[in-house]
């Protein structure tokens, strides 16, 4: 029904940026909130940043000044700049989305996750 692709991942060198993107796709009707979160290995996933469909953000604290996310609403696309990026930060960032489908008499929020893209910071 509804298919989530992240990319942008990939191999960079401490201190760098990295550009990850997010696209859903399928039966959607409306695009509500969408999300970052990383897992590193051994470690729990965890929260990154989400953007209403207004643009409203929020970002997990430690984050805050080096993560910008935003999205582009026509496209049901979500960004996620990254700069000075840390070896801790290495990780695979998953996107999750909460949509509205096109099912008649459906309106429930529906929560969808990607993949996930990974992202190495090494040097």
């Known amino acids: 029904q509804v298919q989530v692709v992240e990319s942008g991942g990939g191999l960079v060198q401490p201190g760098e940026s990295l550009r990850l993107s997010c696209v859903a796709s399928?039966?959607?009707?409306?695009?509500?909130?969408m999300a970052w979160y990383r897992q590193a290995p051994g470690k729990e996933r965890e929260y990154v940043a989400a953007i209403t469909k207004r643009g409203i953000t929020d970002y997990a604290d430690s984050l805050k000044g080096r993560f910008t996310i935003s999205r582009d609403n026509a496209k049901n696309t979500v960004y996620l700049q990254m700069s000075s990026l840390k070896p801790e930060e290495t990780a695979v960032y998953y996107c999750?989305?909460?949509?509205?489908?096109?099912?008649?008499?459906?309106?429930?929020?529906?929560?969808?996750w990607g993949q996930g893209t990974q992202v190495t910071v090494s040097s």
């Open positions: 999750n989305v909460e949509v509205l489908l096109t099912d008649p008499g459906d309106y429930h929020e529906y929560s969808y």
């Open positions: 399928g039966n959607i009707f409306s695009v509500n909130a």
